[in-house]
């Protein structure tokens, strides 16, 4: 057999034997190692196996026990094996904490060029390694030379190879970092981590010395990865920590008690605790206890403990004592809240909340209502969540209404779940409510996120306009996990989208129209009155505040298109294109114009392109010619028509109608100004008085002495004022 032919037969089998042990590896092993000792160790069994061949190999050859092939070709065949099975199946696991919009373009940065430039470099490397070993090393004997030129060869790998343990040690250390990071951003999972690899990472940053603010991000790094089984972690460590730790590790156990570290948070309870931490863990006793000692809680009910383990011990007691102990426990309560420190009114409040029912404790809640406190008044809007008290749910919507109160009644409406849903959607649909009143129960109901409270706001998506329409929107898409944009899409479905944007489309058509039509108006004041005489005068003030106006509902809507296209297309592609297109370069407009080209496919879309595109109000209602027919009409008829769309139109918007239609002196429908009069805002009350006044003053007399008593405080003051100036005073 010929040399050739060795080779050849040689290669084959060695081909054929490594490609049984790789598919075996794959099959019976990667998963499973990744899984037992994570993905780290399992990175660096590569390496460390080629470091302890090569040494073993350096040494037998050197002994001259093996022949040096022998151990190249076992090193060849290590790196063949482990390279293509228990790295390639690490590797993805690797890039998951970087962001998804640069992600992609790292990993193919790093396998389509990191990875071939590092193989020509050692190739280079290589060459440049034998061409120097053949200069240094003696050549007297041919073989000898090969053997020693190998052996440099070797001892390099092994060098490397211990670079390479060095390396992936070191992206183990800021790998905890990075995925902290990303789970503040809400992206991370239970399947897109190593979770034992993980949980060791974390307990290594616990018990090293350091800064407290990395080991509390280790801490909800891991309850956000895997909030179940979090005691597993922390429980053990847990006497070890400083106070602020053990009260978040606490804190975070309680979330989902488990008897199994019950024990461990009895020593803890044991020794000398800070106030806060010894409240927590005689509650995580008596959660996962199934026979408290009730008696053991009364030596903290005495007036000489803090008033945080006294709330807590009363309240615990309320629950589980016979009639006696609660007896006991509500008089130490009873105390508190009346007590004159601050503190006690405060931790006495909290208490309330742990209790399973307030009993003879309810008659204080008007009273603590009232506190001077603003401490006790939130902690009571939590009480009056966690006990389901619905003669006081009132008080948690007044909360939202002032500044002080609006985050602690937010988060205790949101307790609530769907039984807070009713009470919200008659708050959110109350017109006569402030704008901001409103918006706080569209967030609490995205916030609280059920199916139900999902099905309300799509519902109302459909049917609400303006300002309500972009709230929603925009709360949608803040759900986490994207469960507001998926919410949307199983109940409407894209072509439900595609109809919502299509709507928007036709009424920025309808603005345009009203620019076009009332342009001579705001250019030259060119006024047609009510008795057919027309006048020219330079363009007033009040009818470019009714085009600015307008040109702010077109603003509006155009955000709203933005806003609709998030839900069928990436957000980033699409902030992309809206932030291009609102900057106004015509070079950055183009280039926003071309990523919603590329990106848009709905049926719409070359009217959408063309209406963000930088023409004028003409050509761009003509653009919209499949949407919508325009008929020009004159500029009082145009304002009438305006005000028919009144329901679409911003509250602003609409007072400028009238005071135009004042000035101008253009006659209005009754049905319009009847129905604008009895409109929630008083600014659009006031327009529509001061028009009634130059157009109809005998049905002015007879509709003030009905307005009277306007809440609005400067609509009653002119109601008072036209009442005496035309007279009126004697027809109430």
């Known amino acids: 057999m010929s040399v050739a032919s060795k080779i050849a037969s040689f290669l084959g089998i060695y081909e054929g034997i490594q490609g049984l042990f790789q598919v075996g590896t794959q099959w019976f092993a990667s998963s499973r190692l990744v899984e037992r000792i994570g993905v780290f160790v399992t990175a660096m069994i590569l390496p460390a196996g080629i470091a302890i061949l090569g040494v073993l190999t350096l040494g037998s050859s050197l002994g001259q026990l093996v022949p040096v092939f022998i151990g190249l070709v076992f090193l060849r065949f290590l790196d063949e094996l482990l390279h293509y099975t228990l790295l ?50 003696p050549t007297t004997d041919e073989k000898q030379f090969h053997d020693q030129q190998s052996l440099v060869f070797i001892g390099i790998i092994v060098l490397l190879s211990l670079v390479w343990l060095f390396v992936v040690w070191l992206i183990r250390s800021q790998y905890v970092g990075l995925l902290v990071k990303s789970a503040e951003r809400g992206r991370l999972g239970v ?43 922390l429980a053990p460590i847990l006497e070890g920590l400083p106070p602020a730790l053990q009260r978040q590790s606490l804190e975070t ?36 206890d199934a026979e408290p000692n ?23 007691i309320m629950r589980r004592g016979d009639r ?52 006790v008044r939130c902690a009571l809007l939590d009480v009056i969540s966690a006990t389901h008290s619905e003669e006081y749910y009132p008080s948690l919507v007044r909360g939202l209404g002032y500044k002080s109160t609006r985050e602690s009644a937010l988060g205790a409406i949101v307790k609530l779940h769907n039984d807070a849903i009713p009470l919200l959607v008659h708050l959110a649909e109350d017109i006569h409510k402030s704008d901001l009143v409103r918006l706080q129960a569209w967030i609490a109901l995205g916030e609280i996120g059920t199916v139900e409270a999902i099905d309300i706001l799509v519902g109302n998506l459909i049917t609400a306009w303006g300002t309500t329409r972009r709230n929603i929107l925009r709360i949608l898409l803040k759900m986490p996990s ?48 009510v008795d057919g005489n027309s006048a020219s005068e330079p363009a007033s003030d009040t009818a470019q505040l009714l085009q600015r106006a307008l040109a702010g509902l077109e603003s509006d809507a155009t955000d709203r298109c933005f806003l609709l296209m998030k839900f069928l297309y990436p957000l980033d592609t699409v902030q992309a294109a809206a932030f291009n297109i609102a900057s106004g370069q015509p070079s950055l407009v183009a280039r926003g114009l071309e990523i919603l080209d590329n990106t848009v496919d709905i049926a719409s879309k070359r009217s959408l392109i063309n209406l963000l ?17 325009y008929k020009p009409l004159s500029p009082s008829d145009r304002l009438r028509r305006l005000l028919e769309l009144r329901h679409f139109l911003s509250d602003w918007a609409l007072a400028c109608c009238f005071h135009l239609a004042r000035e101008a002196r253009w006659s209005l429908t009754a049905q319009q100004t ?59």
Request: charged share 20%; proline share 6%; net charge negative.
């Open 88 to 137: 390639e199946t690490v590797s993805p696991v690797l890039f998951q904490p970087i962001p998804d919009n640069i992600r992609s373009g790292i990993q193919t940065l790093v396998n389509g060029v990191g990875e071939p430039l590092s193989c020509g470099v050692t190739g280079v490397g290589i060459l440049i390694l034998l061409w120097v070993t053949q200069h240094i090393l």
């Open 294 to 316: 009730i008696d053991s809680l009364r030596p903290y009910l005495q007036p000489t403990v803090d008033p945080v383990v006294r709330g807590t011990a009363a309240a615990l």
């Open 324 to 375: 006696l102990q609660k007896a006991e426990a509500t008089n130490t309560l009873r105390q508190m809240l009346t007590h004159k420190q601050e503190r006690e009114r405060v931790m006495g409040t909290r208490a309330l909340g742990e209790a399973d029912y307030l009993q003879g404790l309810r008659l204080h809640i008007p009273n603590l209502l009232q506190d001077e406190s603003l401490r």
């Open 613 to 629: 595109d930088q023409h004028s109000e003409r050509e761009k209602l003509s653009n919209l010619s499949e949407l919508m027919v």
């Open 253 to 288: 156990m309680l979330q989902h008690p488990n008897p199994a570290y019950l024990a461990i948070v009895r020593k803890l309870s044991e020794q000398s605790l800070p106030p806060e931490v010894l409240a927590l863990a005689l509650r995580y006793i008596w959660l996962t």
């Open 482 to 529: 994207e469960v507001g944009i998926e919410g949307v899409l199983d109940r409407i479905g894209r072509s439900g989208v595609e109809t919502l944007i299509e709507q928007e489309l036709m009424f920025i058509g309808q603005i345009y129209a009203g620019m076009v039509d009332l342009s001579p108006v705001t250019t030259y004041g060119n006024f047609q009155a």
């Open 674 to 732: 009847l129905v604008c009069l009895r409109h929630p805002m008083g600014f659009v009350r006031e327009a529509v008085l001061a028009y009634l006044k130059i157009a109809s003053p005998r049905a002015l007399v007879e509709l003030l002495p009905r307005l009277q008593n306007d809440p609005d405080h400067l609509v009653s003051a002119q109601v008072e004022q036209m009442m005496a100036e035309l007279g009126a005073g004697g027809r109430r």
């Open 191 to 233: 399947t897109d981590v190593d979770l034992k690899a993980l949980k060791r990472a974390v307990v290594e940053t616990l018990e090293q010395p350091g800064g407290e603010d990395d080991k509390r991000s280790c801490i909800e790094l891991l309850t956000q990865i895997d909030p179940k089984n979090v005691g597993e972690v």
